[in-house]
């Protein structure tokens, strides 16, 4: 919205924090340059992904004994705490035993740290679609997070 051209950001190199996405005003404070993200409401990420892994989401499945496979998650916009990073989501999705999906379950609660769950990414499939809300991610095998629910 504030004319900037559109560049490739990396936000995190190689496990690493690079640095923030701007509008005109933050990158000014900062005394950075603007990244093109500056929109009316404020700063947003535009076409943001997680570059793929080499791996096939059936191959990374087939490495958990027990676990769960989320395909849903609901109350983003309500359960996180944008400073902190904590989140609670009502979620859904496939258990997972001896590496196989098995069967669905819904009405569970995901509670974890956006943060502390970046750091126990353990594999990155090779299967990322874009889609049209510009924000995107292959599958994520994560070490640990909290579940709740029957």
């Known amino acids: 919205d504030e004319g900037v051209p559109c ?3 990396e936000i995190v190199k190689d496990g690493v924090f690079t640095g923030f996405l701007h509008n005109l005003r933050s990158a000014n404070f900062f005394k950075q340059s603007p990244t093109g ?4 409401h404020g700063i947003s990420p535009v076409n943001l992904h997680l570059v793929e892994g080499n791996s096939s989401e059936k ?3 087939s490495t958990v004994e027990n676990g769960i496979y989320i ?3 609901n109350g983003l916009h ?14 859904s999705g ?3 035993e001896n590496g196989q999906k098995t069967k669905p379950v819904t009405l569970f609660v995901l509670s974890s740290n956006f943060y502390e769950m970046l750091n126990n990414i353990e594999a990155i499939a090779n299967n990322l ?3 049209f809300n510009g924000i995107a991610a292959p599958s994520l095998k994560i070490k640990e997070v909290q ?3 029957k």
Do not use: H, M, R, Y
């Not at 309500?78 to 979620?91: D, E, K, R, T, Y």
């Open 37 to 40: 993200n500056g929109f009316k």
């Open 129 to 131: 679609e874009p889609n």
């Open 59 to 61: 191959e990374i499945i």
């Open 94 to 96: 496939f258990l997972i």
């Open 7 to 9: 560049q490739t950001i």
């Open 78 to 91: 309500a359960g996180l705490n944008p400073i902190s990073g904590n989140f609670n989501v009502q979620s």
């Open 71 to 73: 395909t849903d998650v």
């Open 147 to 149: 579940i709740s629910g």
